[in-house]
């Protein structure tokens, strides 16, 4: 064609600048250009930093921790109307049985992980699984599945999850299952709604069109695009399951003895406490709140470099 | 440009109101910076131009070349990450650019007023319309209560809109587009101003009610002695309605002056493509080739295969690629709560047409007409409620599943939104191999040399198939869509609304592509669309759909030249540009 080098050039100047406009044949996908943008974002930041600083201590929680999670070293040390204070042998003082507070704030962390992270997997996965079927065959399936989803969710979530764990039993299996059932309907609604947008793109037209099965259009195209909000909605989810569990777990529903290194836990026993030793509910509580608080910032922060509508710019 | 010039060539506009008059609006190097987390973008780059009293100024340019924001800045509206980082904007001899927020504010309405670009947004929803005009008017001080409303009736009576007393009481979703923008453009002039700036006015309005929105617009400024600037993308709308032109390019204004000189004498490069590029001055200059005498139509302008190679009627006829016959598609509409029945609407209304083998067939109508429904029943993506489409002479779709992907694999279609036409996820390599991976076609190296093959007919950098779709231009996305679709070599390819959301220049450029393609590859198109002036370039047979039904059907001559329906002539009259002398010597 003739007219192709001037068409070239106009190409070249109607290209949208911003984060597509660099040079390199190196593509920027979706997720590169959001963790781009996810470093520029001062709450991202702070958020990831919290989540890492919770994650690592979490796993590497026997090297840091310098006594065991059941051990109460200083339990020789425990009077009635005195449990002794921060000192050089334990950092953050003794609880009321004479264990270490500063390994068990530490051990408590991998048990909050791990609760939240099965929790929220098995919320995700279900969830995953029921909006799946809603989202890709529509019709009655849907129909059925998002009653049932609407009637779960009309129940108070902490209500339900203690009726599940009252259910199960006492342990802390009973409370990773109440909580990943509790996130089944909001995983599953926000599934079925993102892939039903989806469904009605020009792309997922152009793709059956091309003589696509229903079935791969539907995973190859469909569901990949809409996992974006779902990524986001699991990283907002593994707040809520850190407060939940602890929430479970002052309740008593989680097992296990009152010397058991978990943050809900230790808030239970702080309680009484409170006048002679507030910080044995203070640290469990800070933790609490800040690691809800990485969790939060870090998945607002991915919604919002995730989010099509300010991506375009 | 010499005054003597300026005076002899004014366009529609009768006596040059320049003469002797200071401006208006006189704007001086002007220079808005966009702050971004990118860094800094400079918008506009010195622009410089002048508006007089009474005068309608058209800033005319693709997206991205800055007249939206010189606008924006005239009225103090730019977004909040811009700002006027040089020159002065001068009306009436005080200089904008210091007078401040608060200053400016409280100038629009009372002497700059605005008519913004989608009247589907811009009405507060929840409040009454007729309440929003006499806001407009009671916070400019110009009339309050009973008056006020009294005036507001009579501002909507002036911008058209029948009815007045009564529609002045609905909300905003009880008008229609073009209701919408007659009541924007009563809010716009309910103050009297000196100046009124009309964003793109009509771009997201129908053809045939874009042309008396804008000849409304046309008769009330004229008569108050309003001056209007003007934002367009399409040069011949502007040429018509404006008696000066800014064109102006990447921030910068490349060329003003008159605009009947202008179209007769560009000076500047990109003027001269923006001339041969927009679809309504082709269109025109079709019509002035074909009737003025013995001119040769410009190759550029018409790219119907018909054009070099006149078709045999009886030939055409008898080898139909598709066969659409009787058609009807009716969609059920749920009704409102749960016992609430639903009632059907019907789309597509008895509708026959074929679609010749090596040609292209074009429907036209206005949004709502069915054209699309027409184009998904011919893909098999919806099934018609009655009647049948054949291709080739076998269903659309076909019978069973193999049928289906036989059948797939020689209709494809481009659609109208680059933007959302391409999975986001996949990288340009990944779209276009796709349709092989899926048809089995020959081994990974095969695929890829396919790949490459295909990137070349479009005209696409290979460097580009490790992209991902937002990295690229518009223009380029179609490319890569108009590239799958071709990738499984389809006899037919379905264009649904395929150049409209693209700029003129790379609109012309999508067309060239897709008549060359067709010249190479014998393809068959369908070409669905709203533009007649692009229908006239491309197609070799037209159907004029109004409401569900085909109301006109034939060779593109036939119909531009001989419109027989009333609906088809008001479609031709909307395109911009038909009254234009491009002074085009015959011979």
Known sequence: ?313 | MSPEVAATTTGSGGPDPRDGATPLLSIRDLEVTFTTQQGSATAVRGASFDVMPGETVAIVGESGSGKSTTAAAVIGLLAENGRVTGGRILFDGTDLTERGGAGIARMRGRDIGMVPQDPMSNLNPVMRVGAQIVEALEDNGVARGEEARRRTVELLEEAGLPDAQRRAAQYPHEFSGGMRQRALIAMGLSCRPRLLIADEPTSALDVTVQRTILDRLEALTAERGTAVLLITHDLGLAAERAHRIVVMYRGEVVETGPAAHLLRDPQHEYTKRLLAAAPSLASRRIEIAKHGGGARVAADDLLAVTADAPADATRAAADAVVEVEDVTKVFRIRGRGLLGRGTDFTAVDRVSFTIPRGTTTAVVGESGSGKSTVARMILALEEPTSGTIRFDGEPVGGKDRAAEVRFRRRVQPVFQDPYSSLDPLYTIYRTIEEPLRAHGYGSASRRRERVLELMDDVALSPSLLRRYPAELSGGQRQRVAIARALALDPELVVCDEAVSALDVIVQSQILHLLADLQHRKGLSYLFISHDLAVVRQIADRVCVMERGRIVEEGTVDDVFDHPQEAYTRALLDAIPGRSLDLGLRAG
Do not use: C
């Not at chain 1, 259009?217 to 569990?245: C, D, F, K, R, Y």
């Not at chain 1, 479970?248 to 809900?264: I, K, R, V």
């Open chain 1, 1 to 313: 064609m003739s007219t192709e080098p001037a068409a070239q050039a106009v190409v070249a100047a109607t290209a949208p600048t911003g984060p597509g406009g660099r040079a390199g044949d190196e593509g920027a996908s979706i997720w590169r250009v959001a963790a781009r943008r996810l470093r520029r974002n001062p709450g991202a930041i702070l958020g990831a930093v919290i989540v890492l600083a919770f994650v690592l201590v979490a796993l590497l929680a026997p090297v840091i921790a310098p006594y065991g999670p059941q051990e109460l070293p200083g339990r020789a040390e425990i009077r009635p109307t005195f449990i002794p204070g921060p000192s050089p042998e334990h950092l953050l003082g003794l609880d009321r049985y004479g264990g270490d507070l500063f390994s068990k704030l530490v051990w408590g962390a991998r048990a909050s992980l791990v609760i939240g992270v099965l929790s929220t997997m098995l919320g995700l996965l279900g969830g995953a699984l029921v909006g799946l079927l809603a989202g890709a065959f529509g019709g009655w399936v849907d129909t059925a599945t998002m009653r049932l989803v609407d009637l779960m969710l009309s129940v108070p979530s902490l209500l339900l999850a203690v009726s599940i764990a009252a259910v199960i039993g006492q342990s802390p299996t009973a409370v990773v299952i109440a909580i990943g059932v509790v996130q089944v309907p909001i995983f599953a609604r926000l599934l079925r709604g993102t892939m039903l947008a989806q469904r009605g793109q020009d792309y997922v037209l152009a793709a059956r069109s091309l003589g696509l099965s229903r079935r791969t259009v539907t995973m190859s195209h469909v569901l990949p695009n809409s996992l974006g909000p779902v990524i986001v909605q699991a990283t907002l989810m593994l707040a809520t399951a850190v407060i939940e569990a602890a929430a479970l777990s002052f309740l008593g529903l989680g097992g296990g003895s009152p010397t058991t290194a978990e943050w809900g836990r230790m808030l239970t026993a702080a309680q009484n406490e409170l006048e002679v030793a507030p910080r044995l509910a203070m640290w469990p509580g800070a933790l609490i709140a800040i690691t809800a608080l990485g969790f939060t910032l870090f998945g607002e922060a991915l919604r919002e470099a995730l989010d099509p509508k300010t991506r375009k710019r």
